[in-house]
């Protein structure tokens, strides 16, 4: 028999790939699941044991919580990084982690095939072949939705003809879940104009009373909530079970995608939306005008070429240098409160609160400089308009 490794998540798509492959042709499957965030661990012994029961011949769960975080998720937050002001890049950032893992570990059992249940109309399937072709052009791919144009209805129709019935009905909605958040496809997102229902968001209004939360960041990365110090990743994790339960983080992200068409989706992303308004914010008063102007495009092409596949070309090294680079002062609390489907950013307190100078307060009051020292600069400083607008005139 081939041997075969799928990028398995226990969802409709991957669960068809299984049975399709071992049933129909007859591959030798290894099932591998990618963690990266969003699963408890009764979670993965349950994909793991659905897995088996699709006939696939082992199965892998790979933790790269930690990994995703220090390779990916620490240079959006550096970054500031939302697609089209919006969305945090929840899934398009954790399919890099989980490519760069399943292909390894394709490599490592000599595997000649490996498949993935991606469409033939989305995103990922650019992520997932970009990096398996460069990682290791040697291993075949195959694509069953794909290649086949499968409808889900299909998929659903294939699955209880093998006796697989695990109860599809709920999977009117296609979720992704990740330590950077979670998407939400359905028919509403297929649509421009319609609303996903509030039960169509994995977590719902628990808390109605406002609360106060201090967040700590040092050199740039979260290291500790209401003064009690984490991992980065933890941080992430307790943040947003805290802020879930506001139903904090909730949009639909509309865009381009790779292929040249629109895309929607809905997401839930409540602690990556808190955290990068919040390092944004201690940016502000730490950060000088120049550092936070270059900082945003920079910031954007690194989103851009993440969200469309390309984290292994070396730009991506030399944009993270960048990134890391500004982040030296960027250390300090902001404060925040939250409230039912939003949040607010307070204030920060920072050593390196380039507001609390001794140079002066705006609108208030000069130390630094006098009123005709101030006329001076004023007056060179309007130079370059005023030559144009005496030569050419004002239109």
Known sequence: MKKLVLAYSGGLDTSYCAVHLTKDKNFEVHAVSVNTGGFT???????????????????????????????????????????????????????????????????????????????????????????????????KIITPIRDQKLSRQAEIEYLQSYGVDLAWEKAKYSINKGLWGTSVGGDETLTSHLALPEEAYPSQLEETSESTLKITFENGEPIALNDTVYTSEVVIEKLNTMASKYAIGRDIHVGDTILGIKGRVGFEAAAALILIKAHHLLEKYTLTKWQLQHKDYISNWYGTHLHEGLYLDPVMRDLEAMLSSSQKKVSGDVFITLKPYHFILNGIESEHDLLQSKFGSYGEMNNAWTAEDAKGFINIYGNQTKIYQNTNGYD
């Open 41 to 139: 661990t009764n979670e993965i012994k349950s994909i793991e044991e659905k897995a088996y029961q699709l006939g696939v011949k082992t199965y892998k769960n790979i933790d790269a919580v930690s990994n995703y975080y220090q390779k990916v998720i620490k240079f959006l937050i550096f970054g500031n990084v939302l697609k089209n002001n919006t969305y945090p890049l929840s899934v398009s950032a954790e399919r890099i982690v989980q490519a760069i893992e399943i292909i390894n570990y394709a490599k490592s059992i000599d595997a000649e095939y490996i498949a993935h249940g991606s469409t033939g109309a989305g995103n990922d399937q650019v992520r997932f072949d970009l990096i398996f072709n460069t990682l290791a052009p040697e291993i």
